[in-house]
């Protein structure tokens, strides 16, 4: 079964610092996307970046990078020069195959990291 | 605006009372889905759907029901609510199902549901 693992509970870093946030996944499919969300206080979730498994280059998305190692099952996360306003709950999240081979859409999500960024 | 719209966006209910929860959008997408988000479980997902009239079980689906008549809508309903169905809820949309292509789900602003 897919699994999306997230240990960071909580994170901190200073006001204009770059911070990574871990993802690491478990799948036995070949074929599979990576997905990051950001969910303020307010509550509604925010796409960030997106990684395909046979994406040759790292994602990026203006301050957002996704550092994706694929031996390592690896997508962390990495913001440059942090904003007070990046301070939020993100989730790493992994679009999965069927077991006939084809995408039914789901996406299975980890457990969250709690970013908070200091003036 | 392109966008996915959930109502209520809060509910306080006692349990047994039958509720529904509406997710509608206006992207023509074809696939729509279900979510809970519990505090250290992250988001969970419970019905989707690949298009009108074809629903299935996501991974926690006890206590819940949906349909599919309409494209744009994917309404939830809790028959006979209990407290441990209280949760944050999310629907999301996107334009296909797969994978093989960049294909972000669209999710609406959550309904907050506490059921006593």
């Known amino acids: 079964a897919q699994k999306i693992t997230q240990t960071q509970p909580g994170m901190f870093v200073q006001e204009k610092e770059a911070v990574t946030l871990d993802c690491t996944y478990d799948t036995s499919d070949p074929s599979y996307g990576l997905f990051w969300y950001k969910q303020p206080s307010s509550g509604e979730m925010i796409f960030l970046i997106y990684q395909g498994s046979y994406d040759q280059q790292n994602a990026t998305e203006g301050r957002y990078s996704l550092n994706f190692q694929k031996a390592r099952k690896s997508a962390n996360l990495v913001i440059s020069a942090s904003q007070l306003g990046d301070s939020a709950m993100y989730f790493c999240?992994?679009?999965?195959?069927?077991?006939?081979?084809?995408?039914?859409?789901?996406?299975?999500f980890g457990q969250g990291t709690i970013l908070t960024v200091h003036p | 605006e392109a966008q996915v719209t959930q109502n209520p966006r809060y509910l306080i209910t006692v349990t047994g009372k039958k509720l529904t929860v509406t997710c509608s959008q206006n992207m023509n997408h074809e696939y729509m889905s279900w979510y809970r988000q519990d505090p250290g479980l992250g988001l969970r997902q419970i019905y989707y759907s690949m298009n009108v009239e074809v629903t299935d079980k996501g991974d926690v689906p006890e206590g819940y029901k949906v349909s599919r008549k309409e494209k744009r809508n994917f309404p939830l309903i809790l028959e006979s609510p209990s407290p441990n169905q209280t949760s944050l809820y999310f629907c999301a949309s996107s334009r296909t199902p797969l994978i093989t292509s960049y294909n972000e789900q669209f999710f609406g602003p959550g309904t907050r549901l506490t059921v006593l």
């Open positions: 999240a992994m679009r999965q195959m069927n077991a006939g081979g084809t995408s039914y859409g789901k996406l299975t």
